[in-house]
Nanobody, 123 residues
Framework: QVQLVESGGGLVQAGGSLRLSCAVS????????EGWFRQAPGKEREFVAA????????VYADSVKGRFTISRDNAKNTVYLQMNSLKSEDTAVYYC????????????????WGQGTQVTVSS
């Protein structure tokens, strides 16, 4: 059974940093692309960042470009999202997702999702 488990969320002041982790089990991690999405209250889920199987190719939403960095450690079956210069509008539940033939920005192309981790940025 494939599982994605996010961690690292919490409450942080505007301008601060957090690093989210997503541990993947039950599949050959290095075969899959990984993505991060987020959903704020009353809003639709939106794309944040994604990377290919090796981490050599990355894509970011314009709203986070230059502030967030996605990376992965295939030896640890884990994908990370380093979030710097956080803003109140980054407040959301953050989800990691995994898929083998994804269109990075399209949530429906990922086949497995984590349960989400809350990030709250206070202004």
């Amino acid at each position: 059974q494939v599982q994605l488990v996010e961690s690292g969320g919490g409450l942080v002041q505007a301008g601060g940093s957090l690093r989210l982790s997503c541990a993947v089990s039950g599949r050959t991690f290095s075969n899959y692309a990984e993505g991060w999405f987020r959903q704020a209250p009353g809003k639709e889920r939106e794309f944040v960042a994604a990377c290919n199987w090796s981490g050599s190719s990355t894509v970011y939403a314009d709203s986070v470009k230059g502030r967030f960095t996605i990376s992965r450690d295939n030896a640890k079956n884990t994908v990370y999202l380093q979030m710097n210069s956080l803003k109140s509008e980054d407040t959301a539940v953050y989800y990691c997702a995994s898929g083998i033939a994804v269109v990075y920005r399209k949530a429906e192309t990922y086949d497995t999702w984590g349960q989400g981790t809350q990030v709250t940025v206070s202004s």
